[in-house]
């Protein structure tokens, strides 16, 4: 008997295995289509971020400032003690016994006043001696005068000789110089007399009172020193490498010890041509009012003198001032992102921290942050309120 073969399988099971097929075929399809759909779903739900190079840089409130327009200003720092601009040291002009001390320390007085006597008993009997010798010789001088008269005439009429004629001429000479020397002296005891009345030279205050009643003195002997505190100055003294920037006439601000925030105005005087020896420093001198007395000599003070201004100024710290092929520039937040803003350096500032700057407007928000790797277009937000103006 010969065995059956594949197409002897009946009809009807073949068909029911084509059927277990299709079956599984569409299975399978339903399958992969429900877990595609998932997937869509779960991608639409969560989106995937956006480029790195799209998402929004932010700044810190400290590194963006608006801009403001602002005064800058320069100035160089000086230092030195109140000295009274006039002062005056009085001394003795005789030699006598003061007998009068009519003033003490600190105490006002006017141009003429009073400030010590000598005893004038003995000036006084030098100026009569001096007196008595000039009237005796201006006695011997009319003496010497007429007999040159009559020498004049014999000589005409051949009287008396040549020699008889220039004796009486030189007689009449030299008296004229013994009345005139005579009558100097009588000026210095006269002057004498007068220095023995001690009179202030200037309206001011007695700084210093070296005598007393009593005492004999000895010419060039010191008596006082009177100083004027209307107007006084700042023997200031300023670095070498600073002077250069200083001119006369600058104004200054100054601040003295005891006077807590009050400023004195002042203005620079004079500069001194040569550096003190042993140091660096030059002597600046400053000019102040002190109408009201209060600034005293030797009092400490310190300030700053104005070398230069610009009102209305717009200034960035430098590292704000970028550079590129096209130039300077700086970048501004507008609109969302950061503009490329040309600008113009115009001047520095409070040596080297600030740099003037043309090209911006009032209200520009400017990178000023160390932020080297920004660049223009990128998008940015600022977190916080920036700051007003640098």
Known sequence: MTAPTLTDTPAPTRRFRWLWLLLLVAALAGAGAVWRARSAG??????????PAERPVELSAVEVTRMLPRRLAETVRLSGSVAPMEQSAIKAEVAAKLVEVAVREGQPVAKGQLLARFDTADLTARLNEKLSNLEGARAQLVLAEKTRSNSVTLHQKNIVSDTNLDQAQSSF????????????????????????????PIDGMVAARSVNPGENLAVNAALFTVVDLSRVEVEATVPADEVARLRTGQTVRLRVE?????????????????????????????????????????????GEALVAEADGAFALPPVAVRHDAQGDHALVIANGKTERRPVTKRAVWSRGDLVQVDGLAEGDRVVTGNLPGLTA?????VVGADSGGT
């Open 42 to 51: 779960e991608a639409t739900a969560v989106q995937a971020p956006p480029p």
């Open 173 to 200: 000479q030299f008296q004229q110089a013994q009345v005139a020397a005579l009558a100097a002296q009588v000026e210095l005891a006269r002057k004498a007399l007068r220095d023995a009345v001690v009179l202030s």
């Open 258 to 302: 005891g006077f807590g925030e009050r400023d004195f105005a002042g203005r620079i005087d004079r500069i001194n041509p040569v550096a003190r020896a042993g140091s660096r420093a030059i002597p600046v001198y400053v000019g102040l009012d002190n109408a009201d007395g209060s600034l005293r000599g030797g009092m400490f003070a310190s």
């Open 377 to 381: 277009g990128r998008p940015a937000t």
